[in-house]
């Protein structure tokens, strides 16, 4: 049975949040109790469990976008649909008493085995409503604030902040009742009111901070010690916020977990605003090492990473919007305001993300833009594609520029083995026909976007991939630059194509 998921209350005050992510991707079954989305309101962040059993058919909102209370944010198909229902109002006369029952530990992903409980985040004896966070769980993987999946009273804690946990084992007792059979607590934990409850952590010598899933995990990826960071929140909860303000960045590589797997990036500078760079196709995140470095000598930050389908990122790429969900989940690792620099079928990517994330980006830069015209040099797209050989991948990348057949043989090498692998087969279908027709249209979604974000573009006169009169079709407000540069004007005017990057601060 088909149902349509709306956005969660998930406290007595909430009117709207704002979606971080999906967990799970489209078309995947999940668990009752499996995160599926995490989901910021304005008081902290939630992974949303699974109500009941079943399968993401199609999400309608996106990371960044703020939904109101109620209203759809997806398709699911599920086995039991009073899962996903309010509980029926109670029958008329005298209600029978309250059932007490054993709450558990939640087992909050598949290999999840136990959980070390953070905080309680009702105090014994408080009411809580159907969503209301009530726990913190740390896993060997996350940290996830629990939500109540019914209305009750949480009467008495067993399991103290500290405390390790194995998944099926009790952590409170509460007034309401539970959703699945509970494991009998052993007697030990169950001791009188006098007694103990349960063993009592050492205590940690810097005590125990408190953060959101969302702040730990960027601080992680960031390098930011999180006793660092004086939280904001609610009891002095760390929020991402926090971390932001922080502006601490990872100099060199580093891996950034999604649900559809990891992505390669590089995160370096100090100060100055951040930039995130967007390569283009058959290309990763080394196309744009002149480029970053120069900005980074500017005073200025950059971000680097790896398309789903390219280089090191375990992602694959079926389609733009692959694409544009792999720089919305390393956007959401950076502090705003952010300018998005991408190159080609980057340029793409870039224009997708900057309506995703509104007024986070204050300067959009499109180098040799895809999809700006009827055609695009299919040669190089498909041929790349399908290249096995270093001789193949020297020819095609002379078609880019002067430069582009200036690697060594072992980079021609490396290139070569990595395109055999085929990943690039599919995406190339998606940008261009055989024939040449370009199945990018890069103009509406230009237009689109708000009057106020300062876009530029930049052509190669030299171009053999993407012919320098698209410019013509491109939105009057956007200011075009014509450079005497092939397909990659940061390698053949690295300099010139820097100063433009850094000119759009003035206007943004």
Not at 183 to 193: E, I, N, Q
Not at 287 to 304: D, K, M, N, Q
Not at 421 to 435: K, M
Request: charged share 20%; with cysteine; glycine share 12%.
């Amino acid at each position: 049975m088909q149902l349509m998921l709306s956005m969660p209350r998930l406290g007595e005050t909430m009117e709207e949040g704002t979606i971080l992510g999906w967990l799970v991707p489209t078309g995947t079954a999940f668990k009752r109790g499996d995160a599926i989305l995490e989901v910021e309101t304005d008081k902290t962040v939630v992974e949303y469990p699974a109500l009941g059993d079943g399968v993401l058919d199609e999400v309608m909102v996106g990371p960044g976008d703020r939904i109101a209370v109620g209203a759809p944010i997806a398709r699911v198909s599920v086995e039991t649909a009073a899962d996903w229902v309010d509980a029926s109002a109670p029958a008329d006369g005298a209600p029978d008493a309250a059932p007490t029952a054993i709450l558990t530990m939640p087992r909050l992903g598949e290999t999840m085995e136990e959980g070390v409980i953070g905080q309680w985040l009702v105090a014994e004896g408080a009411t809580y409503a159907r969503g209301d966070a009530n726990v913190e769980i740390e896993t060997d993987k996350t940290v996830a604030e629990v939500p109540a999946l019914s209305d009750g009273r949480l009467l008495r804690i067993l399991a103290r902040p500290g405390t390790r946990v194995a998944v099926g084992q009790p952590i409170a007792e509460i007034e309401g009742e539970v959703d699945a059979p509970e494991a009998t607590p052993p007697a030990s934990v169950l001791a009188g009111a006098d007694g103990p409850v349960a063993p009592e952590p050492p205590a940690r010598g810097d005590g125990r901070l408190r953060a959101t899933p969302l702040a730990r995990r960027m601080a992680r990826d960031r390098g930011v010690a999180l006793s660092s960071l004086t939280g904001s929140g609610r009891r002095g909860r760390i929020e991402r916020r926090d971390v932001e303000d922080a502006g601490g960045t990872v100099a060199g590589p580093g891996w950034l977990q999604t649900p559809a797997g990891r992505i390669a990036y590089e995160i370096d500078g100090t100060g100055g605003r951040m930039h995130l760079l967007i390569h283009g196709f058959a290309g990763d995140r080394s196309a744009w090492s002149v480029t970053a470095a120069a900005l980074c000598r500017a005073g200025h930050r950059t971000a680097i990473f790896d398309l789903p389908g390219h280089g090191e990122t375990g992602v694959e790429a079926a389609d733009l919007a692959a694409l544009t969900d792999a720089a919305a989940a390393m956007a959401a690792l950076l502090p705003g305001p952010l300018v998005l620099v991408g190159h080609s079928l980057g340029a793409a990517v870039a224009v997708a993300l900057a309506a995703r994330l509104g007024s986070k980006v204050t300067g959009l830069v499109l180098l040799t833009p895809a999809g700006c015209g009827p055609q695009i040099g299919a040669d190089f797209v498909h041929g790349m594609a399908g290249a096995t050989t270093a001789g193949e991948v020297a020819h095609l990348l002379r078609l880019l520029g002067p430069k582009g057949g200036a690697l060594s043989d072992a980079v021609l090498a490396q290139m070569a083995t990595e395109l055999a692998r085929g990943r690039l087969t599919q995406l190339a279908g998606v940008l261009a026909a055989p024939e040449g027709r370009q199945r990018i249209d890069l103009i509406r979604a230009l237009q689109a976007l708000p009057e106020t974000l300062p876009l530029r573009a930049v052509f190669g006169t030299e171009d053999r991939i993407v012919s320098a009169t698209d410019a013509l079709n491109l939105p009057a407000r956007v200011a075009v630059h014509f450079m005497a540069t092939g397909h990659m004007p940061q390698w053949d005017a690295p300099r010139e194509v820097v100063d433009l990057i850094l000119k759009g601060h003035e206007n943004a």
